[in-house]
């Protein structure tokens, strides 16, 4: 078993029973070729849920400081994380991100860039549609619906993939084609709230 696969199996077996989590639409992310992930950030636990209720493994950008904590900062780049600078164009994270695509992998990102303080969907920024424009990847969109209290239920909400064809062919902006993806989250968050 690799190393991913031994954490996720640890984490799942702690992570899934206390916040006693559901997913949903797992058959949606496809069995094969590159896949954008995009998720909204409402915990920091977010990554660790979205990649244990997955099918297949998932490598996350990461804020840059993560990489520099004691013990986690050593675990992350063998459980597919990847480090990126907030607040400033990092190109190298974007590289590295478009490679993973390209390999036929799973690139989960959170669009929204932060976590947001009140549980709503903030705006997402240009970065996921810059990946899903330079890509010919799915393009996934995920909701993560809490709250993350022990033993509540928590729902991870896999969408059917996003068809980017016109935005694609229209030559869309990477902000619209983020835009896009947040409303597709948006309404993944709306319509399971609910149940």
Known sequence: MSFYGFARS?????LKPF?????????????????????NHIHNFDPPVVGIMAP?????????????VPVLGKILPHVN????????????ALRTGLKVLKEGKVLGLFPEGTRSKTGELGKGLAGAGFFALRTD??????AII?????FSR?????????????LRENKASAEETTEAIMQEIR?????????
Request: aromatic share 10%; proline share 7%; glycine share 8%.
């Open 56 to 68: 297949r493994p998932i490598s996350f950008m990461a804020k840059e400081e993560l990489f520099n």
């Open 137 to 142: 990847a799915d393009v996934v969109p995920c």
């Open 154 to 166: 928590l729902k991870v909400v896999y969408g059917k993939p996003i068809d980017m064809k016109t």
């Open 187 to 195: 309404k993944l968050i709306e319509r399971y709230k609910k149940n």
């Open 81 to 92: 994380a990847f480090p990126v600078k907030r607040g400033m164009s990092d190109r190298e």
């Open 19 to 39: 916040y006693r989590i559901e997913a949903i639409g797992r058959e949606n992310i496809p069995k094969e070729g590159g896949v954008l992930l995009c998720a």
């Open 10 to 14: 640890i984490v799942y077996g702690i």
């Open 146 to 150: 809490g709250p993350y209290k022990a």
